[in-house]
């Protein structure tokens, strides 16, 4: 399995959830953030909450099956560009295990 993480710009959310569900993956995690980094949007301000952020962001999460992982990123990155600096990143990583909180069996069982 593998999870995938895409901080995107927040206005893209509804977006890429509609087209994510539309393909048949429901199942994600959704948080508002801030960031910092190179780019500094254009509706940045101080932060109330922490004083070195500056750029409102959204984070999708998602455990999926190594064989949806091309699909799903190509929909995040399709609904998600703008053609502007700051419009993201994705990042893919290894799950060794997943467990199941009601029963503690791993999801293969």
């Known amino acids: 399995m593998k999870e995938i993480k895409a901080f995107i710009r927040p206005n893209k959310v509804n977006e890429i959830v509609q087209q994510l569900k539309e393909k048949g993956f429901e199942n994600a995690t959704i948080s508002l953030a801030e960031g910092i980094g190179k780019f500094q949007d254009d509706y940045a301000s101080v932060s109330q909450k922490f004083s070195v952020t500056d750029s409102p962001v959204a984070k999708i999460e998602m ?3 190594e064989e949806d992982v091309d699909s799903i990123v190509s929909i995040i990155s399709d609904c998600g560009r703008t053609l502007h600096h700051g419009d993201g990143i994705i990042y893919v990583s290894d799950v060794e295990q ?9 999801v293969e069982d």
């Open 63 to 65: 455990v999926v099956f």
């Open 98 to 106: 997943a467990y199941r909180v009601k029963t503690g069996l791993t």
